[in-house]
């Protein structure tokens, strides 16, 4: 079974620096999805990035960008120049190939960000 | 907003009551799933449904029970309620890129139920 995990349960940052959280992920497939998504207080689930196991570059949406290693089965999310509203539950979360696999997403159990200003 | 409607947003009950939590998906997404995140924990896969059909199970109690019906809205039952099942309740629906011919593969989020068993 597909597991994710992520090793650090809180991480802060100083407002404008850049923080980085890890995630590792358990597959025996070589293709497949991974996401990072972020939780405010508000509770939404908010998609931040995706990243298709099957590219190479990795993925950026604008201050988010992953680091993304498929030999180490590593999925790391770097925020550069932090802002307050950056504060929230991230979490890692894994999908089989969209064919024939399992559909659902797997998440790891987050890691809470701290923005300090 | 995503697309994905849930209600109620809040609703608070006594042990060993039923309650329906309902969810409609995004216009034109086939697949529903339903998560349950406890307090300041993960989230739990429950259950799958596409198009009407049941394609996966992840750690869903005897005491809970979904269907999606013909127009693609599902329900998720939960009977007998107990303490431990307070908790935020999750609907997520998805595009099967075959249906589409786009593979973005994430799910998108409603802003889920809130449940707490008094």
């Known amino acids: 079974a597909q597991t994710v995990t992520q090793s650090q349960p809180e991480m802060s940052v100083q407002e404008a620096e850049t923080v980085t959280l890890s995630c590792t992920y358990d597959t025996s497939e070589s293709d497949y999805y991974l996401f990072w998504y972020k939780q405010p207080p508000s509770r939404q689930m908010i998609l931040v990035i995706r990243?298709?196991?099957?590219?190479?570059q990795n993925a950026t949406e604008n201050r988010f960008s992953v680091n993304f290693q498929k030999a180490a089965k590593s999925f790391s999310l770097k925020i550069s120049d932090s802002q307050l509203g950056d504060a929230a539950m991230y979490f890692c979360?894994?999908?089989?190939?969209?064919?024939?696999?399992?559909?659902?997403?797997?998440f790891g159990k987050g890691t809470k960000l701290t923005v300090n200003p | 907003d995503s697309g994905v409607t849930q209600t109620p947003k809040h609703l608070i009950t006594a042990t060993g009551q039923r309650v329906t939590l309902r969810c409609s998906p995004r216009s034109g997404d086939l697949s529903v799933y339903w998560y349950q995140q406890s307090l300041d924990q993960g989230l739990q896969f429950l259950i799958q449904?596409?198009?009407?059909?049941?394609?996966a199970k992840g750690n869903i109690l005897e005491r809970f029970s979904a269907q999606q019906f013909p127009d693609l809205h599902s329900e998720l039952n939960l009977s007998s309620l107990e303490l431990g099942d307070s908790a935020l309740y999750f609907c997520?629906?998805?595009?099967?890129?075959?249906?589409?011919?786009?593979?973005?593969?994430?799910?998108?989020f409603g802003e889920g139920s809130r449940l707490t068993v008094l």
């Open positions: 979360a894994y999908r089989a190939p969209l064919l024939g696999g399992s559909e659902k997403l797997v």
């Open positions: 997520a629906s998805s595009t099967r890129p075959s249906e589409q011919g786009q593979i973005t593969g994430e799910l998108f």
């Open positions: 449904y596409y198009n009407g059909e049941e394609r």
């Open positions: 990243q298709e196991a099957y590219k190479q």
